[in-house]
C-alpha cells in the first residue's frame, strides 16, 4: 500500500508545472553556481602555474648563474621567494575563502616586516562581503527554499480541506502516508543536489578527492533530510498549508539568515580583531623610531652576535636596514599576533556554536571538504611565517659578513612546499557537522513520529 502511494504521490508531481518550473529553476541555479565557482578557481590555477613555472626559470638561471661565478646574496634577496598555496582539492565545490586571502606571496627580505595580505584594494567589497554565488551558496542558502516549496504541504492541506480522513482510512499510519509523500516530493530536488556535488567532484576535483567526495554528498543529502524533516513536523501540527508555509518560511529566515548573523556579531564582539589602520599605524610608528635610531641598533646587534660584524669594514646600508627592519617587526608582532589569536578564536567559537544552525555547520563542512576554509589558509599564512624565518636565516648571516652565495649554497636556498593539514583533523570536523544535522533531523523526526501515532488520529483529522 505505502509503496503505492509513493509511485501515486511521484506521478502527481510529474503533473505539476510549478514542480517543473522550481526544477528548472534549482538546475539553472546550480549549473551557475558550479560554472562562477570553476571561474575562480580557474584563475586561481593559471596564477599558481605561472608562479611555479616563474619560480623554475628564476632558480634555473641562479644555477646557471653560480656554475660561472658566486652571487651576492642582496641580488637573490631582493628577488624574494614565492609562497603558493596548492588549488583546493575540490574548488568548484566552495570559494570560501579563497577570495579574500591570498593563495600566494612574495616573501622579501627587505619587507619581512611588512603586511603578508598582499590582496588587491581594487577587489570590490561588497562581493568580498556577500561571497561569490558558487555551488556552496546554492546549497546552503537557495537549496532549504526550493526544497521546501515541494515539502511545505503533507498535511496541512488535506487536514484543512478535510480529505485527511478519507486519505487514512485506506489503512496506512499517518507516519508512513507523511513520510512516503516527503520522500516522493523531496526526491527530485535531492537527486539534482547530489549530481551537482558529484559534478563539482569530478570535473573540478584533484587527484585523491575520493573521500573528500564521499562525505560531501553526505553533507549535503544530510542537510536535504533536516529541512524534509522539519517540514514533516510542522505539517504534523499544522492546522492548514497556509500556516505550514508561513512556518516554514520563518524558520527558514531564522536558521539561515538571522542565526549566522547573530552568531558572527556575537563572536565579533567577544572576541574583536585590531584594525588594519592600528597595524599600519603601528608600523609606521616603529619604523621612524627604529630609522632615527639605526646606528645605535647596528652597533647593539653587533654587540650582541660579534660573529655576524663585518671585519674590518664599516656595515652598509643593507645591513643597517636589516637591523631596522628587525626592529620594526619585533614593535608590530603583538599587534599582529593578537589580529590572528582574536581571529582564531573567532573561528573556534563559530565552530563550538555552528550547530546553532544548519546553515552554519553546513558551510563549515563544505568549506573544510572543498580545502578553502579558514583552517587551511591559517596552515599556509603559519607556513610562510616560517619561511619569513628561514629566508631571513639563511639571507641575513651573509649580508652582514658580505659572503657570496656559492654553487655548494644553491641546495640550502630556502623554498616553499606547503604541508597539508592531517585528514583526521578535518575529517574530525566534517563528521561532527554531519552528526550534528543528522542528529537534528532525527530529534524532529522522533518528535513528529511521536505526533503522528495511530492513537492521535482524532486530533489529527480534526
Do not use: C
Not at 58 to 76: E, M, S, T, W
Not at 122 to 128: D, I, K, R, T, Y
Not at 200 to 224: I, P, Q
Not at 391 to 417: C, G, N, W, Y
Amino acid at each position: 500500500m505505502t509503496s503505492h502511494l509513493f509511485r501515486l504521490e511521484l506521478r502527481l508531481l510529474v503533473r505539476e508545472r510549478a514542480a517543473w518550473v522550481l526544477l528548472a529553476l534549482f538546475a539553472a541555479a546550480l549549473g551557475y553556481g558550479l560554472w562562477n565557482g570553476g571561474r575562480v578557481a580557474g584563475r586561481q590555477r593559471e596564477a599558481a602555474a605561472a608562479i611555479a613555472q616563474d619560480t623554475e626559470a628564476f632558480q634555473a638561471q641562479v644555477r646557471q648563474h653560480l656554475g660561472q661565478q658566486a652571487i651576492d646574496p642582496k641580488a637573490i634577496a631582493g628577488r624574494g621567494t614565492m609562497a603558493v598555496l596548492p588549488p583546493a582539492p575540490l574548488p568548484l565545490l566552495a570559494t570560501g575563502q579563497s577570495d579574500l586571502s591570498p593563495g600566494h606571496e612574495a616573501v622579501v627580505l627587505w619587507r619581512l616586516a611588512d603586511s603578508g595580505d598582499t590582496r588587491s584594494e581594487l577587489e570590490n567589497p561588497s562581493h568580498l562581503l556577500a561571497g561569490r554565488f558558487d555551488l556552496a551558496f546554492v546549497l546552503v542558502w537557495l537549496f532549504p527554499l526550493f526544497l521546501l516549496a515541494l515539502v511545505y504541504d503533507l498535511m496541512a492541506g488535506d487536514r484543512e480541506s478535510g480529505t485527511l480522513r478519507l486519505a487514512l482510512a485506506q489503512g496506512v499510519t499517518p507516519w508512513r502516508w507523511m513520510a512516503r509523500r516527503a520522500l516522493a516530493r523531496s526526491l527530485p530536488m535531492l537527486i539534482l543536489a547530489a549530481l551537482a556535488t558529484l559534478t563539482a567532484g569530478f570535473f573540478g576535483g584533484s587527484g585523491g578527492t575520493g573521500t573528500r567526495l564521499v562525505l560531501a554528498l553526505a553533507v549535503v543529502l544530510a542537510y536535504g533530510l533536516f529541512w524534509v524533516a522539519l517540514a514533516i513536523a510542522v505539517n504534523a501540527v499544522a492546522r492548514s498549508a497556509a500556516s505550514a508555509a508561513t512556518s516554514l518560511g520563518a524558520a527558514w529566515v531564522l536558521l539561515v539568515l538571522v542565526a549566522p548573523t547573530l552568531l558572527n556579531v556575537a563572536v565579533e564582539t567577544l572576541y574583536p580583531t585590531p584594525s588594519r589602520p592600528e597595524l599600519v599605524a603601528a608600523g609606521r610608528k616603529a619604523s621612524g623610531e627604529a630609522e632615527k635610531r639605526g646606528g645605535e641598533l647596528l652597533n647593539s646587534f653587533y654587540r650582541d652576535h660579534p660573529e655576524l660584524a663585518p671585519p674590518g669594514q664599516q656595515a652598509d646600508f643593507a645591513a643597517q636596514h636589516l637591523t631596522v627592519q628587525t626592529e620594526v617587526g619585533r614593535a608590530v608582532e603583538p599587534v599582529r599576533q593578537k589580529f590572528d589569536e582574536q581571529l582564531a578564536r573567532q573561528q573556534t567559537a563559530v565552530g563550538q556554536w555552528r550547530f546553532l544552525s544548519p546553515a552554519i555547520a553546513m558551510h563549515e563542512a563544505l568549506t573544510d571538504l572543498a580545502g578553502t576554509g579558514y583552517w587551511r589558509h591559517r596552515a599556509f599564512r603559519e607556513q610562510v611565517g616560517g619561511l619569513r624565518q628561514a629566508v631571513s636565516a639563511f639571507f641575513t648571516p651573509r649580508i652582514h659578513k658580505r659572503e657570496s652565495i656559492t654553487m655548494s649554497d644553491f641546495d640550502q636556498l630556502p623554498r616553499f612546499e606547503f604541508r597539508e593539514e592531517p585528514a583526521g583533523v578535518w575529517m574530525g570536523r566534517v563528521l561532527a557537522s554531519l552528526a550534528g544535522m543528522l542528529a537534528l533531523a532525527g530529534a524532529l523526526g522522533v518528535w513528529a513520529w511521536r505526533s503522528l501515532r495511530p492513537g492521535r488520529l482524532g486530533l489529527l483529522s480534526a
